[in-house]
């Protein structure tokens, strides 16, 4: 059986953009033939993820359903989700999918296990964070979470929507004052828990990379895995 | 109705991330929502599209019209190529699909007469120079084409592959010559007409941007006009 991993996307665009790419940079291939096949569903449309867990606004289950069925048509036999916020909705719609789904809230929990850190901080949407995807996942493995403020957690809500409205300088700018606080709050390393906040934090974590946990970077090494494993 | 680009991409799989990302860069959104949405198939068996024309050797027409038709089935309601070589194939993929394509080829040519260059360079894959699919829309215009020695074709070739396969100093250095060569043969601008050239000379295009017209960038602009009229 031939594999194809699909990306559900879009949410946003350059965080889809970032998860093809590092499928492109992980995979050692002399020629096009030896890259793993990607199928990318990139549609925005999604009702906004926080704004229906926080707000009760519009629900993004079935825009998710319908482009996740998409993928299948298409051939997918695997599906990835380019949004940690998404992943509220991960076992409904893992229920509703014919194909396996390889979730990055695991995928990032599984990092920090295995780099053995203690207590570590959380940069990720107000919904991710109210919801705690990640908190109940990393307490279960007896690692503290480290927050931002109240005021600090709306500054970092603020520079994800600032990055998606293209207002880069003012985006990185807010969020790196918030990933230096949670270091000097005592956390080892910072979970980049929204696929916005590598592409935010770029140049950071080049200068001090193992200050970093990249969700994107850990969903598409477990899909690499996957896909080697079939 | 609903309309969404599907790229048929895979050829390589950098080159179609490059076109997704000028999918980004030229949309001004202010949320993910104001973004195009895009289907995106980068699945890499293709067959080598030079491989073919030039050596007769497997034919990627059936993987082509396979996924065309599963973007199709997706969702797409219209498909373009991101690869110049593939448009050898153009018109009988055209003919066999249910949805608009858009051509490459056609948007860059396009692009060399709304500038008015009267004497154009062309970096290619081999089997684009072979096939006449530039030269000929261009002599149409009366817009003549300078191309690069045998021996130089050779190495834009070489370029190319490296490329695909990681080696990039090596690639770039190898391509850096060949467009010098084209621009001393009195070429007023050089088309990218291989979707890795854009990606090769990319440190050359930041600097003296007004010597290239990138076949990608020409694509994508058309492609996004096409959806904005819908």
């Known amino acids: 059986m031939k594999h194809i991993i699909g990306i559900l ?6 965080a889809t953009a970032d ?3 590092k499928f492109i940079q992980l995979i050692p291939a002399s020629c096009d033939q030896n890259h793993i096949p990607l199928l ?5 449309d999604i009702p906004d993820r926080s704004a229906c867990i926080l707000n ?6 079935q825009h998710l359903l319908t482009y996740l069925h998409n993928l299948e048509k298409a051939g997918a036999t695997c599906i990835v989700i380019a949004c940690n916020t998404a992943h509220f909705w991960f076992d409904r719609l893992q229920a509703k999918s014919n194909v396996k789904m390889l979730s990055m809230i695991d995928s990032t929990v599984n990092c920090a296990v295995k780099m053995g850190v203690k ?5 990720a949407t107000n919904a991710t964070v109210a919801t705690k995807l990640y908190q109940n996942a990393l307490e279960k493995q007896g690692i503290d979470v480290v927050l931002p403020t109240t ?14 409205a293209g207002k880069i300088e003012q985006s990185v ?14 956390a080892e390393c910072i979970i980049l828990g929204c696929t916005e906040v590598p592409l935010i934090l770029s140049e950071a974590m080049k200068k001090q990379p193992h200050f970093y946990i990249d969700s994107t970077l850990e969903l598409v090494k477990t899909a690499i895995d996957w896909y080697y494993q079939q």
């Open 9 to 14: 996307g879009g949410m946003g665009p350059a």
């Open 19 to 21: 998860m093809f790419q």
């Open 40 to 44: 990318i569903s990139s549609i925005p």
């Open 56 to 61: 009760h606004q519009q629900d993004p289950e």
């Open 119 to 123: 207590k570590i901080g959380l940069l």
């Open 151 to 164: 005021e600090g957690q709306d500054q970092v809500m603020e520079s994800i929507y600032l990055y998606k």
């Open 173 to 186: 700018s807010l969020m790196e004052i918030e990933q230096q606080a949670l270091l000097e709050q005592g």
